[in-house]
């Protein structure tokens, strides 16, 4: 079963929108990571944070973890046509030896 | 800097032929990790190395995935017999330490027809 799952599943907004992306998981983490997919790419490493920051800065993205809640967000302002591509959230399990990607957030940046 | 190396990008084959996809890490990288991707099942972790050594196999879904480390510059993930249900897209990643950034390769397009 999947440890991080996102929401929403799709968004679709304008270009100098702001898009937000969330993941909720079920067991304590050390830390949770977000990844970004472009079409027929690999996986690209965004950010990464530990279970005891509660927020994150990386350029336009900022990155947000509530560990009472189980639950991280994704905010990347001022969006571009670039952004388009899918989001996944990735944690380690509960001992961390295992990290798990959610199913992804496909974000569609309209020019 | 190199980045992960996979080949082939894209393997067509018959089903009962055995397949094999290749993977150069990022050098110095001590793990190594194959997934594989469906819209189905979305990115599963099949297998991973830590200084060679398989530490975790627990995905590989059958008998017929193996999967190799031979040094550490590169690894090899074999299937045999291959059948249709074993297209999808395998990515091979590697990171300096465990629950560090992984870096991906852009993968290996399979379809077994």
């Known amino acids: 079963s999947q440890q991080g799952e996102e929401d929403p599943q799709a968004l679709s907004i304008q270009e100098g929108e702001n898009a937000t992306m969330n993941c909720s998981y079920k067991t304590s983490i050390n830390n949770l990571q977000w990844y970004r997919q472009n079409s027929g790419r690999g996986l690209v490493h965004l950010i990464l944070?530990?279970?005891?920051?509660r927020e994150k800065h990386s350029g336009r993205l900022r990155v947000t973890l509530d560990t009472s809640k189980k639950s991280s967000s994704l905010l990347i302002t001022a969006s571009r046509a670039a952004d388009t591509a899918s989001y996944f959230c990735?944690?380690?399990?509960?001992?961390?030896?295992?990290?798990?990607f959610g199913a992804g957030t496909r974000l569609f940046v309209k020019a | 800097d190199a980045g992960v190396i996979q080949s082939p990008r894209h393997e067509v084959t018959e089903m009962g032929q055995e397949v094999t996809l290749r993977c150069k890490p990022i050098s110095g990288h001590d793990y190594l990790f194959w997934y594989r991707q469906t819209m189905m099942r979305g990115l599963e972790l099949l297998i991973y190395f830590n200084n060679n050594v398989p530490i975790d196999d627990s995905g590989m879904p059958e008998d017929r995935f193996s999967a190799k480390m031979p040094n550490a510059s590169f690894s090899t993930l074999k299937i045999q017999p291959s059948e249709p249900r074993d297209s999808a897209v395998y990515f091979c990643a590697s990171s300096l330490f465990f629950n560090q950034p992984q870096h991906f390769g852009d993968g290996t397009r399979l379809s077994i027809l």
């Open positions: 990735a944690t380690d399990t509960d001992g961390g030896f295992k990290t798990i």
């Open positions: 944070i530990r279970s005891n920051e």
